[in-house]
């Protein structure tokens, strides 16, 4: 299934987009989609079968916003450096573990919503991602067969990076990942039933029409079993939190001087295999 939430900022609706492409309410059976519902296969069976029957009023998707897929997320985990091929272009070793760090989920906008270019910055850069959605709590699992059981499904994510306030400013990655706008999620949470193998999807990225990046999940160096299960060890996963798993190559940071990092007015594009495509307008903050 393609779940979303349509509407205005703060007052979003559930909703299924159909294999014909019709936008289908679903308020009058869930209330949201979130960690909840992930959790509930009855309510997601309810879904399905609704879906099957031709059951779901359809929604006129005429000038209505996409919101983010999820609300009420818990955590947003973020796995740096996990393409061989990313590692390679900003000079690297690849890590012998999985690097984690987290963004704040107040960061997370609608994937055709607009980004902020923080005040003072010069280095913000675009990273388009897989993003994984969790549906059971995971904790201390022992495989990475078990990690990929407890996802619930699968979206794209943007992981806009100021590489200065990240890099140069002491601290932690966090300063440079955080700032507001920073997550544009969707259109779609994908149910895992639709993504048999997640580490054949293809990642692609434009900023003002130009290809920057054009990659693939096969290039992971941890991949999406592997990292649910490792970050497992260290906190515990629940239903509705999200793990970004990392950007290929192709980012302004790897490029030669002088870098062509985002301004205001900039237009990026990107997409995921079968997970929808975003569109964002950057904008001063």
Not at 18 to 25: K, N, S
Not at 170 to 185: A, I, Y
Not at 256 to 275: C, N, S
Request: hydrophobic share 40%.
């Amino acid at each position: 299934m393609k779940l979303l939430r349509v509407g205005t900022a703060g007052r979003e609706r559930p909703a299924l987009l159909d294999p014909d492409g019709t936008l289908r309410d679903l308020s009058g059976l869930v209330a949201d989609i979130d960690g909840t519902l992930l959790a509930d296969e009855d309510a997601l069976g309810r879904i399905r079968s609704a879906a099957a029957a031709g059951d779901l009023p359809a929604l006129d998707a005429t000038g209505l916003r996409t919101g983010p897929p999820l609300t009420r997320i818990g955590k947003i985990v973020c796995i740096g450096l996990n393409y061989h091929d990313h590692a390679r272009e900003t000079g690297a070793e690849p890590p012998a573990e999985p690097v984690i760090f987290l963004k704040a989920p107040d960061t997370v906008v609608g994937p055709d919503d607009t980004v902020l270019i923080p005040r003072g910055s010069v280095k913000t850069d675009w990273e388009v991602e897989l993003a994984v959605v969790i549906g059971r709590t995971a904790r201390y699992l022992e495989s990475a067969e078990e990690g990929l059981a407890h996802v619930a499904g699968y979206a794209v994510a943007h992981d806009v990076s100021e590489r200065e306030f990240q890099t140069e400013r002491g601290g932690t990655w966090d300063k440079g990942k955080n700032c507001e706008t920073f997550n544009p999620l969707g259109p779609w949470l994908v149910t895992a039933d639709e993504v048999p193998d997640p580490q054949n999807l293809s990642l692609r990225l434009w900023v003002n029409g130009e290809l920057k990046q054009d990659g693939t999940t096969a290039e992971q160096i941890f991949p999406v079993g592997e990292v649910v299960r490792y970050v497992s060890r260290f906190m515990t996963l629940y239903p509705g939190d999200v793990v970004n798993t990392g950007t290929p190559a192709g980012v302004a940071m790897g490029r030669p001087d002088p870098k062509p990092y985002l301004r205001a007015g900039d237009v990026v594009e990107l997409e995921v295999t079968g997970l929808g495509r975003q569109r964002q307008v950057l904008a001063p903050a």
